[in-house]
């Protein structure tokens, strides 16, 4: 069964580094959409992606972040100079197409920690 | 904005009674509502999808429900076993298509 897979599954980075979180969306959806979840809160909307462009983000998801899609089958989420609150567990994930019935399905993770 | 809720925050069964999972959210205008499972360190499962037209959903021994009008999803799991323990989650999808969000979720216990 196809599935959305995430690289590294674990990064550590010194606070004011630039990491890049790489997601690979299951090969024929159209929309992509990074989360992150903080060790013990809920998980939290950052952003949407579709065709080529950001459909939606949220307060979170300000000027020191950024996405792209650089080829066919990656879609990647840039942190420019991490802070330690960004320290969490970042999802990506991919959906078909139709946001009434088309189900939103979640990769592994990256557990991004800061030092 | 949405504010999502789960009730109760912890349960613990024995293996085989039915269960019911609560989630409320503030805001009706939904396209869907979707019930995920997390296991402790891992990603998200998608359990269930349920459409804002929709009244019930059902796969395997979990059933979900929805009342939009009153901001309410239910889910039930019959005959629990110790391999459905983890959390779940329920979100809500905006009409912007985009965003889901997350309740703090239910976590679930069941001992052989």
């Known amino acids: 069964e196809p599935e959305v897979t995430q690289t590294p599954s674990h990064q550590v980075t010194q606070m004011g580094q630039e990491v890049i979180l790489r997601c690979v969306p299951i090969s024929n959806h159209l929309y992509f959409y990074w989360y992150r979840q903080i060790l013990g809160q809920k998980v939290e909307f950052l952003v949407s992606f579709y065709n080529n462009e950001i459909s939606e983000k949220s307060e979170i998801f300000d000027d020191q972040f950024s996405v792209e899609r650089p080829d066919g089958s990656n879609f990647t989420l840039k942190i420019r100079s991490t802070k330690l609150e960004d320290s969490a567990m970042y999802f990506c994930?991919?959906?078909?197409?139709?946001?009434?019935?088309?189900?939103?399905?979640f990769g592994p993770g990256t557990r991004l920690t800061v030092l | 904005k949405q504010e999502v809720t789960q009730i109760p925050a912890a349960l613990s069964v024995p293996e085989g009674e039915n269960l019911v999972l609560n989630c409320s959210f503030t805001d009706s205008a939904i396209y869907n509502l979707q019930w995920f499972r997390q296991d402790p360190g891992k990603g998200l499962t998608s359990l269930l999808l349920?459409?804002?037209?929709?009244r019930e959903q059902t796969s395997g021994r979990l059933n979900a429900s929805l009342d939009k009008s009153s901001g309410r999803s239910t889910l039930y799991i019959a005959a629990s076993q110790p391999g459905d323990s983890a959390t779940y989650l329920c979100?809500?999808?905006?009409?912007?298509?985009?965003?889901?969000?997350f309740g703090e979720g239910t976590q679930l216990t069941v001992n052989p």
């Open positions: 979100a809500p999808l905006e009409t912007s298509g985009s965003r889901l969000t």
């Open positions: 349920i459409q804002s037209s929709q």
């Open positions: 994930a991919s959906r078909f197409g139709r946001p009434s019935t088309d189900t939103q399905y």
